[in-house]
């Protein structure tokens, strides 16, 4: 008879969710299962009737979530050989902010007949972007009544958060809006399935809701935007608010059943991914950034101080880890730069040498470009393919490639993209130091850090070590670290996190050398942040392009 | 019996030389044939004894180029079946500067038993660029000291010219030097091959030789750069110039042997490739404006007014047509720019789909692009992969691509590189209008006038219509006009090309609604071309690339 007890942390992604048994006293990963839901993102039609969707639109299907934890919690059970009733406790992760329309109960409204036919009923995914009109309205009349929140933000509200999200709603589909009683994070309606209750999580209502010290943007702003959208937060938005770590409830026995859990375990106050994902490398003291780095990268640190740092996505009290400031901010291309160009713009014979070799394109690139001394290209880029979220908040700037000659090859391309994505890594990081909260730790988290030749270049850039998370399920493990405060295992999210998350033993050093000729190319790349950041050039190419493809259509 | 009278004009390129047979009456082309140097470009080593060549030398022999009269003219003699006694004359034209050090009867130092192991003793190819020391000694001094020739050049005197090389011949090789009794132009030489005679043409001595209203840099000033230099015009250079048109003398009998032409008629000063190519086009009056668009872009135009151009090759008093101002600019990365992208950047899925649809890459790519509006890839891009020779004469800068984003294609880039040297033309048209000598027509030459997408896309970023040559052979039959107006068939060039010479019917016209987009566009080309062409970032990363480069040797 063994005296260990488990918590279970479930990881909702963009396609699938995952499941991860952990054991309390130590972080152990038991058991892990992943399930891909069934509808993934709605982007063209509307299963149910096929209606064609708008341009930018992506959709999810809220059931889709639950069979997650129909699929995915039995099978960890199972695999792992534990008895069910040492599990203490579970919470889970979401990406954010992806919100959806619900009744008084927690009906998603595309699951009430009467709605089912409109895309409105549904859960407007993270990347769902056709609200931007909606935030534009909603930054120009913050900044014209110089409404206070707004610096929080970085001087601005993303398209893809609650109340650009909201007034999209109210505007376009006003039957939905009028129905709906709560307007809630999948993050939030996750845990109420799983607790029969509703509370709202610090961390989205802080960074994607407009929350900040207690209040939400007054009704007069609101009745600004739109006379009908004057009490959006009163009658659909705000609702009592959960620290993370805290038991949002306890599991009910329908949850009991879907799951194989024990009935009345904690359930904790869900979370976001990337955030949580601080617990689980146990980086949650001032000074540790983390950065989960994928297609993206996601940079959250947490702070005694409260500053305004230029361009961040939001500092929220609580919203990383309870009692401290939570800063967040972002690259929003890195990952899907490289893959970009690794597509479209790299020739067959590297196609088929790579082929020869066994190695992905990836690799075999890297490879060509390490043989090259830093700074052998002769090139530099600015790496806002995808726009720039941090520091410049600007998703109208576009990607530059400089320094190119006759003789510049694919692999010297592909290396200074590369060194562009981390020049803007260190872009954030100088950014926190000058503006009082200074990062003194980087840790790496995500799916670009199993890639050697990018982590070095990051610490060569940056001069400074990075360390690696420990676990590769870092958002799950992170959330069953919550689960395991909210279970009383441990006093709090700090405690927990330094027994059961951590980072490997190994970290990328910086070379001195390398370092000192990447700090003459970032001197370049600062220079061209700052003027093409400014001048403007970039949004006249788009304006230009904007006004060409519609003129043809 | 027919009156019919022919001339010949030999080509001679950087690979192979080509006989063309033309009639005097109307220029009509009746055979051409090609022969390639055995010895093509000695970059590597030196036959005669594998002897290593240093980077960046370009050699060749200088009987391959005797072999090319020996084997082409014979050739069209035979094809044509005309009677070789009513061949009445000849000239060649040649690449430049190509330079060789021969005796005082005109043997190649090379050919010298004692000399044949150096390889400073052999012909150096216009593109030797190891001259850059030299050359950039060459310019300081003329600045320091406020040499008035150097305006000429646009500030400029380049390491391809006879000034740069023959420096680096005194001082890597004194013996060579001291040894000749001629620094001697490729084109000179090859004439006095036919004719037994040196004359210097005023074309090749104006632009390459600093040869200006009478003229060359002082000897003060040649002792100045190295005391041994001192006398280098005086002893070495300066030779009876001869007017283009002009007959140098008669063919010799030896020539005659090889050829098969009659003893005793007319043979012409020799020509440049490229200025040549204004008499075949019949574009001998100011403002017209020829470009000779391959590999690289040489742009010559005529004027009565002496203006400072800046960035220009140079002027020359009967540089181009004997009477009037000779001006030449150039961009010095066109085709090889194309290339380089369809070569390196361009995946395997766009290969099979144009070895499917049996195309080449280029004409790929362009169907594909000119799909798209003008500006809809959103991109503007600067043209300096291999520098820009005008109007910036500076060939540290290097190539920019601005605008791209996740779902920029290829074939988005490949139009945008396009567009960008089409930009490097206007800027070139816009210096010559505002510097008092205005390019009022546009006749394209060269390579490239195969390719309508390349050609409508200048005509629609000049906003002019582009006239195209009509011979595809306007090197060859540029030089057989000058060889008729020396056999005295027509009383001067002018008079000659209006007969011989021509464009097509057809031009390519300007599309008002893509003209003004590219208005936009251009305005952001000249910006970045203004910026980066003054604030040294491109000069300093490639600083960098060069010590880190030669750091890891």
């Known amino acids: 008879m063994s005296n260990e007890k488990y918590v279970i942390g479930v990881d909702y992604g963009t396609l699938s969710g995952r ?5 309390v006293s130590d972080g152990f990963e038991i058991a892990s299962s992943v399930h891909e839901y069934r509808h993934a993102v709605l982007e063209d039609t509307l299963p149910i009737n096929g209606k064609k969707l708008p341009p930018d639109w992506a959709l999810q299907v809220p059931s889709d979530y639950v069979d997650v934890l129909k699929v995915t919690i039995p099978e960890v059970l199972k695999s792992s050989g534990i008895d069910p009733t040492d599990v203490i406790g579970i919470t889970t992760d979401f990406t954010a902010c992806t919100v959806l329309p619900v009744t008084e109960t927690g009906t998603p409204l595309c699951e009430l007949k009467e709605f089912q036919d409109n895309p409105h009923a549904y859960v407007k995914l993270w990347k769902h972007h056709s609200a931007q009109p909606h935030a534009d309205r909603i930054n120009e009349l913050a900044h014209a009544r110089k ?4 610096a929080r933000y970085g001087g601005k509200i993303s398209s893809e958060w609650e109340f650009a999200k909201a007034l999209q709603l109210l505007e376009e589909s006003p039957e939905i809006y009028s129905a709906m009683r709560y307007w809630i994070e999948a993050a939030d309606w996750i845990i109420w399935q799983l607790c029969g209750k509703y509370v709202r999580n610090i961390c989205t209502a802080g960074y994607k809701g407009i929350f900040q010290d207690g209040k939400y943007p007054s009704s007069d702003y ?9 009490h959006f937060v009163s009658e659909k938005l705000e609702h009592t608010i959960g620290e993370l770590g805290e038991k949002a409830g ?3 026995k329908e949850a009991s059943q879907w799951t194989g859990l024990p009935e009345g375990i904690a359930v904790a106050v869900g979370n976001v991914d990337a955030h949580v994902t601080s617990a689980a490398a146990n980086a949650v003291n001032p000074g540790q950034m983390v950065a989960i780095m994928g297609t993206s990268t996601c940079h959250v640190m947490v702070s005694d101080r409260l500053a305004e740092v230029p361009g961040m996505c939001g500092v929220v009290p609580g919203g990383i880890v309870s009692g401290k400031l939570g800063y967040e901010a972002g690259q929003s291309g890195v990952g899907d730069i490289f893959g970009w160009f690794a597509h479209n713009f790299v020739p067959q014979e590297y196609v088929d040498n790579s082929q020869k070799l066994g190695k992905d394109i990836h690799t075999y690139l890297s490879d060509l470009a390490i043989q090259q001394p830093v700074g052998g290209h002769g090139l530099v880029a600015l790496d806002w ?4 979220r941090s520091t410049l908040v600007d998703h109208q700037l576009s990607g530059l490639i400089l320094g190119l000659t006759l003789s510049t090859r694919p692999e010297e391309v592909y290396r200074a993209i590369v060194e562009s994505t981390a020049f803007g890594a260190r872009k954030i990081v100088e950014t926190f130091n000058i503006s009082g909260v200074p990062v003194t730790e980087f840790i790496a988290a995500g799916g670009l850090i199993k890639n050697k030749f990018v982590m070095q270049i990051y610490a060569d850039v940056l001069n400074m070590p990075i360390t690696i998370i420990r676990s590769a399920q870092g958002p799950a493990l992170g959330s069953a670290i919550h689960a395991a405060v909210a279970a009383g295992a441990y006093k709090d999210v700090v405690a927990a996190s330094a027994v059961m998350g951590g980072v490997e033993q190994f970290k990328f050093t910086p070379n001195p050398e390398n370092a000192k000729v990447y700090d003459q190319l970032y001197r370049h790349y600062n220079s061209l942040y700052e003027e093409f950041g400014h001048n403007k050039v970039m949004h006249d ?4 392009r904007d006004t060409a493809l519609m003129g043809a259509q």
């Open 19 to 23: 499941a991860l048994l952990v054991r």
């Open 147 to 150: 409404e206070k929140w707004i």
């Open 222 to 230: 609101l009745k600004a935007l739109n006379p009908n959208f004057a």
């Open 250 to 252: 306890t599991l009910t």
């Open 385 to 388: 393919q995808s726009g720039n």
């Open 541 to 544: 190419l788009r304006r230009i």
